[in-house]
């Protein structure tokens, strides 16, 4: 779907507190972690495991996760190709707020396409956003499946399913690459947490 502004007559209002003064107030700086995966690759695990030691240090947090989505704000959206654009765009514009707003803000979806992960990080101030591939191969995904999700698209039951039916591309330059496969959860969640402290996002202890 277009990016195009359809609405004429419109103004962009800046807020007076300044993001500084978030940051301030805060203690750390707000950012966008955006982690990508396959099905299965660990996503949501990870960003509540990570969020939870983030918010153990005093630190403003909020996951969006992609089912979670989809009850609500992204309702009217399926699972085609333009559908999947979509619902990553209008998710990009919600992280965006609430990096503006000075949480550290978790995204966990599929987002398989590279353009529209492109996208995200395009309306995203520099440095602000960091891509977070949840890498786990196709056939640890399926031997996990969670939701049972692969045995039906194995039979047709779901059509376009990433991995099976549809495409996933995997990031070319991410921030960090996540082996969910290879380390344990612990091990994952400190990768994620070391690299914010090395950044300045978080202190560090």
């Known amino acids: 779907m277009s990016r195009e502004i359809k609405s004429q007559n419109i103004t962009y209002t800046e807020g007076e507190i300044a993001h500084e003064h978030r940051v ?6 707000a950012a966008i972690l955006w982690f990508t995966g396959l099905s299965g690759a660990g996503k949501s695990t990870l960003a509540q495991a990570v969020e939870q030691a983030l918010f153990k240090q005093g630190c403003h947090t ?3 996760d992609g089912d979670n989505i ?6 009217d959206l399926g699972f085609s190709p333009e559908d ?3 619902n990553i ?7 965006k707020l609430m990096m503006d707003a000075g949480t550290i803000c978790l995204t966990a979806f599929i987002s398989p396409y590279i353009v529209d992960r492109k996208g995200a990080r395009d309306i995203t101030p520099e440095g602000k956003f960091i891509e977070v591939y949840t890498k ?10 969670p939701k049972g999700l692969y045995k039906k698209a194995r039979s047709g039951e779901i ?15 991410p921030e ?3 082996e969910t496969d290879k380390n344990d959860l612990a091990a994952c969640v400190q990768q994620v947490v070391d690299y914010l402290r090395e950044r300045g996002i978080v202190k560090t202890d």
């Open 136 to 145: 786990c191969s196709l056939e640890e995904c399926e031997r996990r499946d």
């Open 70 to 75: 989809r009850f609500g704000l992204n309702r």
């Open 84 to 86: 999947r654009t979509e």
């Open 176 to 178: 960090l690459v996540v």
């Open 159 to 173: 059509p376009q399913f990433t991995g099976i039916s549809a495409p996933y591309e995997a990031p070319e330059n």
């Open 24 to 29: 301030q107030q805060n203690g750390h700086e």
């Open 62 to 64: 909020y996951i969006l």
């Open 89 to 95: 765009r209008r998710i990009g514009e919600v992280a």
